[in-house]
């Protein structure tokens, strides 16, 4: 089945600072997404990228499909980016379910 | 529009127990899903509901059924809860079709102990 891994696992920034979150695939790109999951626990969907880059605000995503990775960037850091990262992958034979990876837990600090 | 919601948002209970986690939508989804989170994870499918009155297993079904009541809700129900169930439970709706874009929305998750 499909693998998704995600790096660095954890990241300890200071307010301010860029940071590259990175997701590995192990399978075609069907449908990638990315979530951030604040301290609180809600889960917000911040891309839908499948390939390309997008922007929204300070953070943007590129995915590089023939390669089977994503990148999130977070530039200019704030302490309201603090929480877990995740990018999902839908499974190619079902529309429905998506594949999570582990996170990556950021902290930023003040 | 309230979005997702989940009732409760905090339970625990002993090992044997049965309960039902309630999940409601407002924005006229077709397609419904319950997840879980453990520590250090990202999330799994349990159950999923592609539009009102069909259900499929996900990814971990086993321990739980599901009920996809009308469109707007889909509950999840513990016949008998074992402490491997301590999770954090999450419930989530997109508009479904089928489509590679459908975006799913989450609820704000129920915290579930199993002692």
């Known amino acids: 089945g499909i693998q998704v891994e995600q790096s660095p696992p954890d990241l300890i920034l200071q307010e301010g600072a860029n940071s590259t979150l990175r997701c590995n695939f192990s399978?075609?790109?069907?449908?990638l997404q990315w979530f951030h999951q604040n301290p609180w626990g809600q889960l917000i969907n911040l891309f839908y990228?499948?390939?390309?880059?997008k922007q929204n605000g300070r953070l943007s995503a590129t995915t590089v499909a023939t390669e089977r990775y994503s990148l999130l960037y977070i530039s200019s850091s704030q302490t309201t980016d603090s929480g877990v990262y995740f990018c999902a992958e839908v499974i190619m034979d079902s529309n429905y379910q998506l594949i999570w990876g582990a996170g990556t837990k950021l902290i930023i600090k003040p | 529009n309230a979005g997702v919601t989940q009732t409760p948002k905090f339970q625990v209970l002993k090992t044997g127990q049965s309960m039902t986690l309630q999940c409601a939508q407002d924005?006229?989804?077709?397609?419904m899903y319950w997840y879980r989170q453990d520590p250090g994870m990202g999330l799994r499918l349990i159950y999923y509901s592609a539009s009102e009155g069909t259900t499929d297993k996900g990814e971990v079904p086993n321990g739980y059924n599901v009920s996809r009541l009308n469109k707007r809700e889909f509950s999840l129900r513990l016949e008998s809860a074992a402490p491997s169930q301590t999770s954090v439970y999450f419930c989530?709706?997109?508009?479904?079709?089928?489509?590679?874009?459908?975006?799913?929305?989450f609820g704000p998750g129920t915290r579930l102990t199993v002692l």
């Open positions: 924005m006229n989804h077709n397609s």
């Open positions: 399978d075609s790109v069907n449908n």
């Open positions: 989530a709706s997109s508009e479904g079709g089928g489509r590679s874009t459908d975006t799913q929305y």
């Open positions: 990228i499948p390939s390309g880059t």
